[in-house]
């Protein structure tokens, strides 16, 4: 009886590492995501002002 009891207990909380690793996992990839939308961003800003700054100077764009 004593053994079913830790023996449940165990995987109760085995359960819930589980889950939690899951969560944090989850939450990593939100914030990877995140962040690579941020680059992104800034990557599409740097290149409209290069794409600005040719047509200003009438340089061809390369690709």
């Known amino acids: ?3 079913n009891f830790i ?3 165990l995987g109760l ?3 819930i590492l ?3 690793g899951w969560v944090k996992l989850y939450a990593a990839i939100i914030s990877t995501a995140r ?4 680059l992104l961003a800034i ?3 740097t290149e409209k002002r290069e794409l600005k ?4 100077a009438n340089i061809p764009r390369v690709l």
């Open 35 to 38: 962040s690579l939308e941020a």
């Open 18 to 20: 589980a889950i939690y």
């Open 53 to 56: 700054a040719r047509a200003e």
């Open 7 to 9: 023996a449940g207990f």
């Open 1 to 3: 009886m004593l053994i």
């Open 13 to 15: 909380a085995l359960l």
């Open 43 to 45: 990557a599409q800003r």
